[in-house]
């Protein structure tokens, strides 16, 4: 059974997106309509991604691989917007977050990967991994929730786009609700500094090697900071907001996926 586990989590989330996009078509009330046997679809997905990570991730130890990790990732990032969408009715959001997901779980079954951690016996570093993890799939869900509030903003002037969603909440409500996800992941990605900092000290004596991650890293961190810091002192909203968002992600894919993929599938270490 658990062979078919990625297999079956993919279709669910695919078959979730699949209905939202046909939906589309039609009316804003159809979506509404379908918007309970989804959530319960989704939570039924969720469950098995889990079981599947479970599985995958700590069998002879902890295996973080690159698959396995962008698999825990978007699992984190679905279930942040499961239960977001409780409150604010992000329909519209599936069709960017679920989609991905289904990649990541297929990519964990078809490309398997062993990186098993040497360190997963200290509890500092699996602190460090464990905030490192929220802070990421906070900061995805964020430039997702970005892409979706382009498309509104498109919409709401009537222009043309390569996406047509026939429900937005209101922009400024999705604003403040990017703003809330951006100051708790930068909060976490702040944390996940400062704990990697502490274990890098305590295990090489060193508090920070300028490897290309932790450059990465430090550069997404001032871009999200930066991004804080504007909206505070002078209002920045919108587009600047919008493409503030998407080019600290893209700097954080690079600082952990990208090294992660060439460190693990192009050299093989």
């Known amino acids: 059974m658990i062979e078919f586990l990625p297999f079956i989590t993919a279709f669910i989330y695919l078959l979730v997106a699949t209905n ?3 939906n589309t078509k039609t009316t804003a009330k159809n979506v509404h309509q379908s918007a309970n046997w989804q ?3 989704i ?3 969720l469950v098995l991604h889990a079981a599947l990570l479970y599985t995958s991730l700590f069998q002879h130890g902890l295996n973080l691989s690159f698959s396995n990790a962008l698999s825990t990732i978007l699992w984190l990032t679905v279930l942040i917007y499961w239960l ?3 409150r604010h009715h992000l329909h519209s959001l599936q069709a960017f977050v679920l989609p991905p997901a289904a990649f990541f779980v297929l990519l964990q079954k078809l490309v398997p990967e062993a990186h098993v951690l ?3 016996d200290q509890p500092l570093f699996v602190v460090h991994m464990v905030i490192a993890m929220l802070a ?3 900061l995805t869900f964020a430039a997702l929730h970005a892409l979706l509030m382009t498309a509104a903003e498109r919409k709401l002037h009537q222009k043309s786009t390569w996406i047509s969603l026939p429900d937005f909440p209101p922009l400024m409500t999705m604003e403040t609700l990017l703003f809330r996800i951006i100051t708790l992941g ?3 990605l702040t944390l996940t500094l400062i704990s990697g900092m502490m274990f890098s000290e305590l295990l090489f004596d060193h508090p920070l090697r300028m490897t290309h991650k932790n450059v990465f890293t430090i550069l997404s961190w001032l871009i999200f900071g930066g991004l804080l810091l504007g909206r505070r002192i002078y209002g920045w909203r919108g587009r600047i907001a919008i493409r503030w968002t998407l080019s600290g992600f893209v700097v954080l894919l690079l600082a952990y996926a990208g090294s992660k993929f060439v460190l693990e599938v192009l050299l093989h270490r």
Do not use: C, E, H, K
């Open 43 to 45: 939570a039924v997905g």
């Open 118 to 120: 040497p360190y997963a």
């Open 186 to 188: 930068f909060v976490l």
């Open 84 to 86: 977001t969408n409780f």
């Open 136 to 138: 990421y799939s906070l």
């Open 39 to 41: 959530s319960g679809l």
């Open 20 to 22: 939202y996009w046909r």
